[in-house]
């Protein structure tokens, strides 16, 4: 006998950074930014005008389409926006790649891409990054249904430059190249500029990082209309309004606030480098990073019991316990007090 | 030659009611609700701690579910959480339709469905509804991979009682029989007190239409556990966060606020039931509706034509071009004042 039971879906979903349940602790396990949104994304939260929300959202959230087109001097049908890069990039896999063909990425990046594929029965193939996680471009030429690279790479930190991409675009210009951006306005180079001569290129950003909203989902794709279009007919098949009216309006106010976006993320760049520099002196391999969170290894203690002891010192840090990057931990760049207290409790643990 | 044009997404989505370019007119073609959100929500959102937001959301809206569920009097794990009842729905299929067996729902009923089923490649079988656009619950004995009733109806705005949905699930033990009811709370017969006897029973609801909060997002999945984690899976393998922080907080105070809910629910109940009899009045044939929307044809002049004059007034309702609806219309229940403007400019046109 068949039951409901057999037909219920069997995946193995993707696992967040720890969600401790208490409040009193350092949170450097999920690549958080530790300051707040721009005041004026508060000011607009704060005075918005909550009676037309009875109203669906703009369904292309235009307004903010356009505010971040402004910035990026591209026309507003070049940008599409989700709930989070998440989104954006679920959407994009399924807009994207319908080739049967596999879809190539690094074995050592983010989790979330084995997921979706599973979830879309997308085939893909893991391309092994160096023995130092660095991504090489050589290793993209061969026959694919797509391609996703993250640069800066997540978990390991390593941003890439544009001769790169451009290595990676010029061999595949029969597939849809997706650069996952997430972590680049911490010091990584964007494929941007490559969007007019590329228009097989989807550049995927996140206001989760760097601009302090990972509570709000706001993620864009930045791309050419066909692609764009592409995206908009999978939104319009799932879910007709993904970002809210409220996100559309405190996103505008994020991007209207250039001075707040540099200084924060200069802030962080800042406390990344001293952290860089305390993390060595200890003894760690620390990757040079591009982004608002540590690759580090440490050649004496296992990655894990330190991550362990860290929690004891209620900090929280990620470690990946998976093939090649099991003695790794991913430590996400806090303020700079939180930094100390990382660094005081390590200098306890590893003498 | 394969180009990457080849693999882009190829399929027809859900065509949401006209977004006319315009700021003055009268907007009954969405179902949307015409009056604010309830004065608390307003409150939440305009006092939120937005400095909060570089933090993710609780990535299943634990406070919000514990919120339904209290005012549902169910535990938080039979709460589902997603954005917007589409995202819910959406999620919904994918979790729990995985037999390959076709999927059942009526022929009139919420176009969603079969461009869900198309993009999850979920075969269906359309069963009519009968000349007067009811469901018949003995037409849901067949084998079947799965079971949807949008109840009350749209477009029909027919609203069926307990016993229909019991005949249906008592002929389905082996499926998941969901009951899409995002226009229960206005008159129609809610399934949930069946939750307790049938496991394969999913409720979803909405706070777009009955709480006025169409442009915050917030959808709910009420069931037991096993179908609740079926949804969690099925979210955790496309995004983690589909609930933004400001929208968990907005829909506690919404739910905070019963008598808000029940009395503007009540002012759209009135008004419909007055726009029903003065339509009737005018000869069009209006079905007897349990939602904030009426579903209505006249024998002498033209669905079609009768909305192209109402544009002319600044009046947009719904037409849908497709076969045995083709001369109805979708007139949502709008304030009075706007219900009277519609009544008025019916007068001109039908003598």
New interface residues.
Partial sequence: ????????????????GE?PNKTDFI?LN?N??????SPR??EA????K??????????NAVPLARAIAGRLGLSEENIFIG??S??VL?LAF??????GKPVLYPDITYSFYP??C??LKIPYELIPVDEDFNIRAEDYRREN??VIICNPNAPTSIGRGLDFMREILDAN????VIADEAYVDFGGVSALPLLKEYP?LAVIQTF?KSR??????IGFCAAGK??IN?L????????????????IE?GCASIADEDYFRETVGRIIKTRDRLTSELRKMGFDVKDSSTNFLFAAHPKYKAPDISAFLKTRDIYVRFFNKPRIDNHLRITVGTDEEIDMLIGALKEYIK
Same sequence: chains 1, 2.
Wanted: aromatic content about 12%.
């Fill in positions: 006998m068949s039951s409901w039971k057999d037909n219920l879906i069997d995946i193995a979903p993707y696992v967040a969600q949170k999920a958080e930014n530790p300051y707040p949104p994304v508060i939260i704060n005075s918005f909550a009676s037309g929300l009875c109203k669906y959202p703009d369904a709930n989070g998440d989104d679920a399924r807009a994207f790649f319908n080739s997921v979706w599973s979830m249904g797509g210009p029969d597939s849809v097989n989760s302090s909203m990972a509570g709000m989902r066909e692609l592409a908009r007919a999978a939104k319009d098949s799932y879910n007709s309004y993904p970002v809210d009216s409220v996100a405190a």
